[in-house]
């Protein structure tokens, strides 16, 4: 038997279209509302956190990203329940497949809430110099999910934020002006006032080398081998230091060499102590006591 279709009449799909059309211009009202709200209140949140010297880039991330996102959910959410949407079932529906997602993706969230506090703590800044994980470099770039530096051999380094977070950090450039140490060392017999004498000019010498804090050079341990000295030189450059460092090392090792003063190798001194002549005094004794036995 031939299944009979019925098709709506003109009448019943009007009156469907009477009944659906409040509802669509309620939902687009309240859209629109909400995206007329998000552009009045936006300016005047960004200035708000501006005034409370938040970072740029977390301002970003809270008027641009957060913010806006959560707006634009409330307001669709709420468009939705005009269009008569069961949002309750919808929003547990999302809830689960957000407790799904968030346990596949434990790392990543863990990254982000980390770029938070880097953001909110701002521990160091796009320019500045910092040493992290071992590894010495300017910051190129931060995210909410890694950092990025540039290192001295012109490598590029991503380096997952909560990393950093659990590293200790080592910032050069929130100060301003860096120490860079040059440790060397001396013989015991050569005099520490005279090698300051040569090495103080030298270290003043050097390109990018500040004058005042001034140069110096003190001990800093009576070693095994040797006198231990530090040489010690300012810089108001970070990108600087590590190039000073080298440069002011080989020049003291230069100077030392053109004043006669010794730069010893590590050795190990060894006394020798002959036993032979107890041990045949011993022997002597043993034949002595033997005899007597026998």
Do not use: C
């Not at 309240?30 to 005034?51: E, G, I, M, Q, Y």
């Amino acid at each position: 038997m031939d299944q009979i279709i019925l098709l709506p009449g003109r009448a019943q799909v009007t009156a469907f279209l009477l009944a659906a059309i409040p509802r669509i211009i309620a939902a687009l009202a309240v859209l629109v509302a909400f995206w007329v709200a998000l552009r009045l209140t936006r300016p005047a949140l960004r200035s708000v956190l501006h005034r409370a010297h938040f970072a740029p880039a977390l301002t970003k991330l809270l008027v641009d990203g957060l913010y806006k996102g959560v707006l634009l959910v409330v307001g669709a959410v709420m468009a939705a329940s005009q269009l008569g949407v069961n949002v309750g079932a919808a929003l547990a529906g999302l809830g689960v497949v957000g407790i799904a997602v968030g346990f596949a993706a434990q790392e990543t969230i863990a990254n982000m809430i980390a770029g938070f506090l880097i953001f909110w703590d701002r521990p160091f800044k796009v320019g500045d110099f910092i040493t992290t994980e071992e590894r010495y470099g300017q910051v190129k770039e931060i995210t909410m999910r890694t950092t990025r530096i540039r290192t001295m051999e012109n490598t590029y380094v991503v380096i997952p934020n909560k990393q950093i977070i659990g590293d200790t950090l080592v910032n050069h450039s929130l100060y301003g002006e860096v120490r860079v140490n040059v440790p060397l060392g001396i013989a015991y017999k050569e005099n520490i006032a005279e090698t300051r004498r040569v090495l103080l000019p030298v270290a003043q010498g050097v390109r990018g080398v500040l004058q005042s804090p001034a140069p110096e050079v003190v001990a800093t341990e009576l070693g095994s081998s040797s006198v231990n000295l530090e040489v010690r030189v300012w810089t108001d450059d970070p990108a600087e230091e590590r190039r000073l460092h080298f440069e002011v090392l080989e020049a003291s090792k230069v100077a030392l060499d053109e004043a006669g003063i010794q730069i010893p190798f590590p050795h190990l001194q060894l006394f020798v102590d002959s036993v032979s002549d107890r041990v045949w005094a011993g022997a002597a004794r043993l034949r002595a006591l033997d005899g007597r036995a026998g």
